[in-house]
């Protein structure tokens, strides 16, 4: 055994590196100029396009993720992945778009419809910090989840982690415990250690030397070969990641029959049933998940859709396809692979709650924990195949990510200020910026581990860019000095301000009108009692009976449950901070104060007489995302209609190749052009609001089609939710 790691999977884990590297080097011979290396040549069919789309959709934590609050939330955990899955229709849609631009770069597009370079820089500048922090997550997802799967036996701690895991022991045991049920002195400590948050899994490896590992395997295929290797090690990565994600199930069953009797798949099941509280297998009723409202999840959808375009790689994945059918086919049904393959995550976890409820403290860890306990005793290399396969969902992100950056700063930033130079020095150029981007990441990666609150942050970035890109499409009076207003105000007052007044005036943290929070809010239910109910309460009835007198007179005594009786359970959802992203901590003397950014759009919501205390949580973030994606808009259609349109025959020249239909052969789409820039009405027949400024287009039979069938697969998403969560039940 080498880092817990058998011979095996060691040798699995550096065969599947070798492949990828190699496929790097033989990619690296066909390229020939920036579109090869950027664009691999736009050369890619329905089948490539498709595992395209899922490498870049899914990256390392989308599977640990959504197992994770699963196993954390039950069954409602599973829409922390599914949450976007109302936007996918419109990938059909809009994907055709990206190819008709016949751009290199996003940044590319910004320049040609508002006729301004400084627009493209400021874009290129928001963007690769987006795909900065996207890798910063993946690679702290990885990091994580690969210390969990490389772990230490118990007789292998030193002394100072088995004092840690001492305390992790003593957390798990009061976190598992009714709150109702502890003691005063009990539910301090429980509050010290969540402070303290101690280790309960040590690892052999060094979380930060995995993080450079992967970066250099990343840097050095995605240099050699471009986006051609991107894609191809994309589709290898894809099937690698599919059949590790169903490869987990059959184990998952053979160990539940084998502690709890049984034989076959629905014994197993009935068993998960019969054991796991009943709370868990509600899909959209759980308490413990009621920040994710109807109307939440509805604003995250809306900002998904008005965001997901605008994103420099989502040119770069679909302009690669080598028409226009490739693109939204790929697209689309990429995205769907992935929805479908997080209502498995989410079985996969719902199962093995089963198994691993008492014995891993850290959700984020039990995805790397069950994975090395349910595939290490194997023996054929399974473990080595699941790293693998994680270092490929992160990879394959990276990969784009670092080819999309190095494309946009290589043209928009350092061609204008260096031009008329041979294609090959630009390519070299490229590989280096994109190899920089990577490297940041990486840094950054190893400096912060709040994943969750990073990923959500950089998310919303993109909305400086969402509106500027939307109307330049589709509405021909968005002109150059909107878009400038709206991506400056965006910056700064959604970011900028937020992040540095309160470093500029300390005093806002200790402000007590900052300082408010929701009122706590407290859920009942009624369950038919589960195995895990009847043994809590047991555990909480004999620590009862092991209180003094004076602390059994001070703690109601729980009552008796048995199996199948119904029992109230009360879920209290505390209160949580209005105004500060990172909620209200406490300093060594114990004041309260706000941390991270201050949300200036609930602040002004607040003057203008909105009692946000009476609001759920879920409801003032469904408003500050509202905010955030409507102003922008409504802020740009504003300062169009007061400022002079832009040039008309630039405009013209813009909308009629955005009408004309890419053919493969070169030469023939070239003549289209031409002709289409010889009569810019050529396609007006086409518009959907004819004689107006909006360029919204009549579907013809395969845009209808195409998103029906779309939207037919939302439902089949949750019918397959629905009845794998039933078997057994």
Not at 248 to 277: C, K, S, W
Not at 434 to 444: H, K
Not at 529 to 536: F, L, T, Y
Request: glycine share 8%.
């Amino acid at each position: 055994m080498v880092f817990g790691l058998s011979v095996v999977d060691l040798f699995v884990i550096a065969g599947y590196f070798a492949i990828v590297l190699g496929i790097g080097a033989w990619s690296m011979r066909r390229i020939r100029n920036q579109e090869d290396y950027f664009l691999a040549g736009r050369r890619f069919g329905k089948f490539v396009q498709v595992f395209i789309a899922f490498g870049q959709g899914t990256n390392v934590e989308s599977p640990v993720g959504t197992a994770t609050t699963t196993f954390t939330n039950g069954a409602a955990g599973i829409w922390s992945s599914l949450i976007y899955l109302p936007v996918t229709p419109f990938y059909w849609l809009i994907t055709p778009w990206m190819r008709r631009l016949r751009l290199l770069t996003m940044g590319d597009y910004y320049e040609e419809r508002y006729g301004s370079k400084g627009i493209a820089g400021l874009y290129t500048l928001v963007a690769c910090l987006v795909m900065m922090a996207h890798l910063s997550v993946g690679f702290a997802a990885a990091s994580i989840t690969l210390l969990a799967m490389t772990p230490k036996a118990p007789e292998q701690l030193s002394v100072s982690e088995r004092a840690e895991y001492a305390l992790a022991e003593e957390h798990h045991r009061l976190r598992t415990t009714g709150y109702e049920a502890l003691t005063d002195h009990e539910k301090a400590r429980l509050a010290e250690l969540n402070e303290l948050s101690p280790r309960r899994v040590f690892s052999h490896l060094d979380r930060n030397l995995v993080i450079w590992i992967v970066c250099i395997v990343v840097m050095l295929y995605a240099m050699a070969g471009g986006f051609e290797a991107a894609a191809l090690t994309d589709t290898l990565q894809g099937m690698c990641i599919i059949l590790l994600s169903f490869l987990l199930l059959p184990f998952t069953f053979m160990r539940i029959n084998q502690l709890y009797g049984g034989e076959g798949i629905m014994d197993a099941l009935r068993t998960v049933h019969a054991r796991v509280p009943e709370s868990f297998f509600d899909i959209f009723g759980s308490p413990t998940m009621m920040d994710f409202t109807w109307y939440y999840i509805l604003a995250l959808a809306m900002l998904a859709i008005s965001n997901t375009p605008a994103q420099a790689a989502f040119l770069t994945t679909n302009a690669s396809a080598r028409n226009e059918y490739a693109a939204r086919f790929g697209a689309t049904w990429g995205s769907y692979i992935k929805r479908f393959l997080a209502v498995v995550w989410g079985f996969f976890a719902l199962c093995a709650i089963v198994i691993y409820h008492d014995r891993i403290a850290e959700p984020d860890l039990w995805w790397g924990y069950a994975t090395h306990d349910l595939l290490g005793p194997v023996g054929l290399g399974l473990v080595g195949l699941m790293i693998a396969s994680l270092m490929a969902a992160l990879m394959s992100t990276a990969d784009a990510i670092m080819i999309t950056s190095s494309s946009l700063l290589t043209h928009n930033v350092y061609r204008p200020l260096l031009p008329g130079r041979a294609e090959r020095h630009y390519v070299r150029v490229g590989r280096v910026l994109g190899a920089g981007v990577v490297i940041l990441g990486a840094l950054v990666a190893t400096r912060f581990d709040t994943i969750l609150q990073l990923l959500k942050f950089m998310w919303e970035l993109n909305v400086m860019i969402a509106a500027p890109f939307w109307l330049g499409m589709k509405w021909r009076r968005a002109n150059r000095k909107a878009a400038w207003t709206t991506m400056v105000f965006a910056a700064v007052v959604f970011f900028a301000a937020p992040a540095l007044l309160p470093e500029l005036a300390p005093g806002l943290r200790r402000h007590p009108r900052l300082l408010g929070t929701t009122e706590p809010i407290v859920v009942a239910r009624t369950y038919r009692a589960h195995s895990m109910d009847v043994e809590k309460r047991a555990a909480e009835r004999a620590r009862w009976a092991a209180l003094s007198a004076e602390e059994q007179a001070a703690t109601p005594q729980p009552p008796p449950l048995a199996p199948g009786e119904r029992f109230d359970k009360e879920t209290v959802l505390p209160a949580k901070s209005i105004f500060w992203t990172k909620g209200i901590k406490r300093d060594e003397a114990g004041r309260p104060y706000g941390s991270g950014m201050l949300s200036l759009e609930l602040v002004a919501l607040e003057a203008l007489g909105v009692d946000l205390s009476r609001h759920a949580y879920a409801g003032n973030e469904t408003l500050r995302v509202l905010i955030r994606v409507l102003v922008p808009f409504l802020l740009m259609i504003g300062v169009s209609l007061l400022t002079r349109p832009d040039d008309a025959a630039r405009l013209d020249r813009f909308y009629v190749k955005m009408k004309t239909v890419v053919v493969e052969d070169r030469q023939e789409d070239a003549r289209n052009l031409q002709l289409s820039y010889a009569n810019p009405r050529r396609f007006d027949d086409r518009k959907l609001f004819p004689r107006s400024n909006w360029e919204f287009d009549k579907w013809d039979r395969v845009d209808a089609v195409g998103f029906g069938l779309a939207v037919l697969c939302i439902f089949a998403v949750l019918g397959l939710l629905k009845f794998l969560i039933s078997l057994g039940g």
